[in-house]
């Protein structure tokens, strides 16, 4: 369907918007984003943001209401939706597993659908479960009852990859998972794209995940307008920037904050008014530099294990010279 059948290929969003009827603002407003080939771009921002609306309109489970989306060169808009849907991978948080069917039933669903032969869906479905580190022979013929979280969430990552789509969407696969089953699994999927460089679009609210998985971040405020689009090819400034703008209330939440407390918008919660210290800059007490802490209060401290030194007795700690202090 694409230029390039199995490898990644650039998405174009232009001027994309969703507005629901009877709404008095639109989910998602006017967003414009190039996506590069064979990497993966995490979408990260705050519940309600518009994120998942935003991936959904790419293979058409939600119709924009105006706007351009273009993968590989090819409008999106004017495909088939059910043709466009088998030729785009798609994972979720809840994997969507059919119960009735068994792991290999699963993971050839799509190819069926596509009219493979049985010979080459039964070969894709045994490359597939090697790929994500599942033996064939022990859980192509099990039902998704019979199988742990984790090992249902591989499922779903293969079952998205059965037709060797040039483009993945997954919508927090891994967020259903309990931490250690997410780390291992966010570890195999990295190495899987490594291996393969599908272009993805990764949704998750984890920013942690963003950073581990992610080629580039791109940071959503409300109504997915984009506040930080950036890669972490020098990891400390682009980290801390994004840190920074993920955790800045966005425009629209001040000024709802503002109407509903009164205060002008742009004013930080819990700050005076001028007025208040008489126009003037309250001065910080003598001694308080700008990392002082108040008094009083619990101090916690991060320390290397390396650093740590243990005592013997009746001789005291070691000194970095060896020596006996």
Not at 25 to 43: Q, R, S, Y
Not at 51 to 74: A, D, F, H, Q, Y
Not at 144 to 151: M, V
Not at 262 to 274: E, H, I, K, Q
Request: hydrophobic share 35%; aromatic share 4%; proline share 9%.
């Amino acid at each position: 369907m694409f230029d390039r059948d199995t490898e990644g290929v650039r998405i174009e969003l232009r001027s994309l918007t969703k507005h629901y009827p009877g709404q008095p603002a639109p989910a998602v407003d006017n967003v414009t984003l190039d996506i590069p080939a064979g990497e993966l771009v995490v979408f990260v921002g705050p519940s309600g943001c518009g994120k998942t609306t935003t991936m959904k309109m790419i293979n058409r489970l939600v119709e924009p209401t105006s706007g351009e989306i273009r993968i590989g060169g090819r409008d999106v808009l004017g495909l088939d939706p059910d043709e466009l849907r088998r030729h785009v991978g798609y994972a979720i948080q809840q994997v969507g597993l059919f119960p009735h069917q068994t792991v290999a039933q699963n993971i050839g669903l799509v190819p069926k659908l596509l009219g493979w032969p049985a010979a080459k869906i039964a070969e894709r479905v045994e490359e597939l479960l090697a790929l994500v580190s599942l033996e064939p022979s022990l859980f192509r013929d099990r039902y998704p009852r019979q199988l742990s979280g984790g090992q249902q969430q591989r499922v779903g990552v293969a079952r998205a990859l059965a037709a060797d789509p040039p483009v993945m969407l997954m919508d927090e696969p891994f967020g259903a998972t309990d931490p250690i089953t997410r780390e291992h699994l966010q570890n195999e999927f990295a190495r899987l794209q490594k291996q393969l460089r599908k272009t993805i679009i990764f949704v998750t609210h984890d920013f942690e995940e963003a950073i581990k998985l992610g080629d580039r971040i791109a940071i959503l405020r409300e109504r997915s307008h984009i506040a930080q689009y950036d890669t972490l090819r020098h990891p400390r400034r682009p980290r801390r920037r994004l840190r920074r703008e993920l955790h800045r209330p966005g425009r629209h939440a001040q000024a709802a904050r503002a109407a509903a407390g009164g205060r002008p918008a742009g004013r930080l919660p819990g700050a005076r008014p001028p007025a208040a210290t008489g126009g003037r800059r309250r001065q910080p007490p003598r001694g308080a530099g700008p990392h002082a802490r108040p008094r009083h209060r619990p101090v916690q401290l991060a320390l290397r294990r390396a650093h740590l030194r243990r005592p013997v007795r009746g001789r005291g700690f070691p000194g970095r010279d060896g020596e006996r202090r």
